[in-house]
């Protein structure tokens, strides 16, 4: 019953920008910290950036100054803005919602099943 359901992913052009959403259902994750983490093949999961519930940020610094995560409580859903999109930048990205570990390395809680971003040279 409890659902992530990341859109908003596809392919662009080097320097481009793209909206990911993660939608959240059968729970309400006001108080959690969400966060966006991603995966390319052959290589691990990594954090992207995170946003607490009082609207505290943390974002890594291969993103900072490019990605924006936002959160709408009241509609259960958090966002991140990806601009001057880079051609490393192409992984699986994933939202998350959590309480526990830390805002980089969650442990356990929930998480959607991935959106593709690809970007070009």
């Known amino acids: 019953q409890v659902q992530l359901v990341e859109s908003g992913g596809g392919l662009v052009q080097a320097g481009g920008s793209l909206r990911l959403s993660c939608a959240a259902s059968?729970?309400?994750?006001?108080?959690?910290?969400m966060g966006w983490f991603r995966q390319a093949p052959g290589k691990e999961r990594e954090f992207v950036a995170a946003?607490?519930?009082?609207?505290?940020?943390y974002y890594a610094d291969s993103v900072k100054g490019r990605f924006t995560i936002s959160r709408d409580n009241a509609k259960n859903t958090v966002y991140l803005q990806m601009n001057s999109l880079k051609p490393e930048d192409t992984a699986v990205y994933y939202c998350?919602?959590?309480?526990?570990?830390?805002?980089?390395?969650?442990?356990?809680?929930?998480w959607g099943q991935g959106t593709q971003v690809t970007v070009s040279s």
């Open positions: 946003m607490t519930w009082t609207g505290t940020t």
């Open positions: 998350a919602a959590y309480n526990s570990g830390t805002y980089y390395s969650p442990a356990g809680g929930y």
């Open positions: 059968g729970r309400t994750f006001s108080r959690y910290m």
